[in-house]
C-alpha cells in the first residue's frame, strides 16, 4: 500500500520539529536578544533599556571603530587570498594523487580539527616566540656560518639578534592561515575532483601546455568551489577573535577583541551588540554575493 503525500508530510514534520524548535528556541531567540539590545542603551549597572536608539550604530561607524573594521577585513582578505595561493596546489596534488595517497592527504588536512584551536595557538607560539623552534633553528644556521667564516677568509659575523616574529600583523595573519588553511582545501578538492580528466587531456592534445590548461579550463571549471572556498574562509578569519587576541600586539587587534571587550571589560553590551550584528550585516553580504556569482553561467564564446 503506498503511502500518501500527507503521511510522508506528517513524518517529515515530525522529523524536522525537534531540530527547529531547538534552533529557534537556542539560536534565533538568543539573537533577536541581542540585536534588539543594539537599539538600547545601559540604564544602571545591570539593566538595559530598549529605546529604539540608532546611536550605537552611529558610533560603531566613527573614524576610530571604522579603521578597526576596515583592517579586519583587510586582513581576512589576505588570509584568504594567500590560503587560495597555499591551498589550490595542494586540492590539485590531492586531486591527482593515487587512491591510497589520496586517503592519507585528506586525513593530514583533517587532522587538526581533532585538536582544540587554543592548543594549536599555543603551539604556533612556540614555534614563534623570540626563544621558539624558528628562532633556535637560524641561531644554529648563524653560528654555523659563523664557525665557517674564518675558515673561508671572511669577517666574523656578530651575534644572531632573534627575529620578532609574535606579537604583530605578520603574527595574526600566519596564525589565520595555519587555521583556515583546511576550509580552503577541502572545497577545492571537492570541486577539482569532480572534473571531466577527459577535458583537461584533450587540451594537452590540442597543443595547451600544462600552465595553459590549468588556468584556462582547471581554474574556470572549479569556480564553484573557489568561491565555496573563499566564502568559508574569509568569514570565520573576519571574526577571528583567538587568534588576534594570543598572537597580535596592541596595533594587531580585530573587529571580534573590540566586540570581546564592550562585552566583558567595558560593560557596552548595546554597543557591543551594534558592532557584532555590522559584522553579520558584512556576512550576509558576502553570502549574498557568492550567490549572485553563483548563478552566473559563463557566455558561450
Keep these: 500500500m503506498e503511502q500518501s503525500w500527507k503521511q510522508a508530510k506528517a513524518v517529515f514534520a515530525g522529523a524536522l520539529g525537534p531540530p527547529l524548535f531547538w534552533l529557534v528556541l537556542f539560536f ?49 582578505a589576505i588570509t584568504t587570498g594567500l590560503c587560495l595561493v597555499i ?25 587538526p580539527f581533532w585538536t582544540n584551536l587554543l592548543i594549536r595557538t599555543y603551539a604556533l607560539i612556540a614555534v614563534l616566540r623570540t626563544e621558539g623552534y624558528v628562532n633556535m633553528g637560524l641561531e644554529w644556521l648563524w653560528n654555523g656560518m659563523g664557525g665557517l667564516a674564518p675558515l673561508l677568509g671572511l669577517a666574523p659575523i656578530g651575534e644572531f639578534q632573534p627575529l ?16 583556515h588553511l583546511p576550509f580552503m582545501v577541502l572545497p577545492l578538492y571537492s570541486a577539482l575532483d569532480r572534473l571531466d580528466k577527459s577535458l583537461l587531456e584533450a587540451s594537452l592534445d590540442l597543443g595547451a601546455g600544462h600552465m595553459r590548461t590549468l588556468f ?12 565555496s572556498g573563499v566564502l568559508i574562509t574569509f568569514i570565520p578569519a573576519l571574526g577571528a577573535y583567538l587568534t588576534p587576541d594570543l598572537l597580535g600586539g596592541p596595533d594587531s587587534q580585530m573587529i571580534a577583541n573590540v566586540i ?35 548563478r552566473k553561467k559563463p557566455e558561450a564564446k
Excluded at 539573537?31 to 558610533?59: E, K
Aim: charged fraction near 10%; proline fraction near 4%.
Design 28 to 76: 534565533l531567540v538568543p539573537l533577536a536578544i541581542v540585536w534588539a539590545y543594539s537599539f538600547g542603551q545601559n540604564d544602571g549597572l545591570t539593566d538595559i533599556a530598549i529605546t529604539g536608539t540608532w546611536a550605537n550604530y552611529a558610533r560603531a561607524i566613527e573614524p576610530l571603530y571604522l579603521k578597526i573594521f576596515i583592517k579586519s577585513v583587510w586582513v581576512a
Design 87 to 111: 591551498g589550490f596546489p595542494v586540492a590539485l596534488a590531492i586531486t591527482f594523487a593515487s587512491e591510497k595517497t589520496k586517503t592519507w592527504l585528506l586525513l593530514l588536512i583533517m587532522l
Design 216 to 227: 584556462k579550463v582547471v581554474v574556470p571549471l572549479a569556480l564553484p568551489g573557489i568561491a
Design 164 to 179: 620578532e616574529l609574535l606579537h604583530n600583523n605578520f603574527a595574526v595573519i600566519l596564525g589565520l592561515i595555519y587555521v
Design 260 to 294: 570581546e571587550r564592550q562585552f566583558k571589560r567595558a560593560n557596552d553590551w548595546p554597543f557591543g551588540a551594534a558592532m557584532s550584528f555590522l559584522l553579520m550585516y558584512l556576512t550576509f553580504i558576502a553570502i549574498a554575493l557568492q550567490a549572485v556569482l553563483s
